[in-house]
């Protein structure tokens, strides 16, 4: 990468400082944008802060990229017309991190807005957009949530007793999809990237459980119970608020056919037990994390 000057928007967030950390390490330019300016790292050799709110209105985006010669949108995915429209030239690419909710059975406004953002992609040909599924380690806000509930609850309620099958993919393999996507010319068509195989619901709260030392059960609830338990979450202290979305996704599987991102990028994603073990590995385990 060395040589290269790369743009990050949502350069503070989970995926962001990851990205922006590993490709400062190859030798690459960073300009970091975050709405944030608390959040950003300071000025360096080869990093350029710029602190920018893409939701509010008169911001120069444009003079922000100048001199980029790839933009990286980790985010959120709404704002990729207007980084198309900004771009320093119509030849820099744009990576866009979208979602794999995007596939929901359910009314979703996010998903709405993955489906434009992939338009603009498709109307531009400029670029790539990758959908990826749950992404968990470094701070986020999926498994650490769960990580919290099974240290202080001994059983756990989860509709049709957790059978739906998700495929979390990593934080760190999340940046190297983005790093092969910014060197990789295989054609602009959306690409999908997940962990290295499914696992039911179920499975992610026992894995988890024996990752934390506990021994946490499950108990089969019906949807509106898990809705009305989702409710009380908000008033338990101690236990991370759930909303009747998120109860809602909890019965969709969310399966995914991983041999294109293997093939287009290079990327072979690790297994969910060995997603906890780089979360151990790196003191992750607590379910406590600050970005």
């Known amino acids: 990468m060395k040589g290269r000057r790369l743009a990050i928007i949502g350069a503070t967030g989970n995926v962001g400082r990851a990205l922006t950390a590993e490709l400062r390490s190859r030798g690459a330019e960073v300009i970091a944008i975050a709405r944030t ?9 080869g990093l350029f802060p710029v602190c920018m709110d893409l939701d509010a209105p008169g911001n120069d ?3 922000a990229l100048w001199g980029a010669d ?3 949108n ?3 995915a709404r704002f990729t017309r207007r980084i198309l429209a900004a771009l320093p030239e119509p030849s820099v690419r744009l990576v866009t991190l979208g979602s794999t909710r995007k596939f929901t059975r359910f009314p979703d406004l996010k998903a709405a807005q993955i489906e434009d953002a992939e338009a603009a992609h498709d109307e531009t040909a400029n670029g790539l957009i990758v959908h990826p599924t749950m992404i968990y380690g470094g701070a986020d806000n999926n498994v650490s949530r769960v990580l919290r509930i099974v240290r202080r ?3 756990l ?5 957790g059978r739906a099958l998700i495929q979390p993919i990593h934080r760190d393999d999340v940046v190297q999809v983005l790093i092969a996507a910014i ?3 295989a054609g602009c068509e959306p690409l999908i990237v997940a962990g290295a195989r499914p696992i039911s619901y179920a499975q992610v709260i026992q894995h988890c459980a024996k990752a934390t030392g506990r021994n946490t059960g499950i108990v089969s609830v019906p949807y509106w119970g898990m ?3 989702a409710w009380g979450t908000r008033m338990a202290p101690g236990i991370p608020a759930i909303s009747s979305a998120e109860v809602r996704r909890l019965l969709e599987d969310k399966i995914f056919d991983i041999a294109p991102m293997k093939a287009r990028l290079g990327v072979i994603p690790c297994t969910f037990e060995e997603g906890l073990a780089r979360m151990a590995a790196a003191g992750e385990l607590t379910g406590r994390h600050v970005i």
């Open 227 to 229: 809705r009305a338990l």
């Open 157 to 161: 309620p989860l509709p049709q007793q």
């Open 74 to 76: 980790v985010a959120h």
């Open 183 to 185: 060197r990789s010319q």
């Open 153 to 155: 609850l001994p059983l």
């Open 37 to 45: 300016a608390s959040r950003l790292p300071p000025a360096g050799a």
């Open 61 to 63: 985006l444009h003079a």
């Open 70 to 72: 790839c933009v990286l």
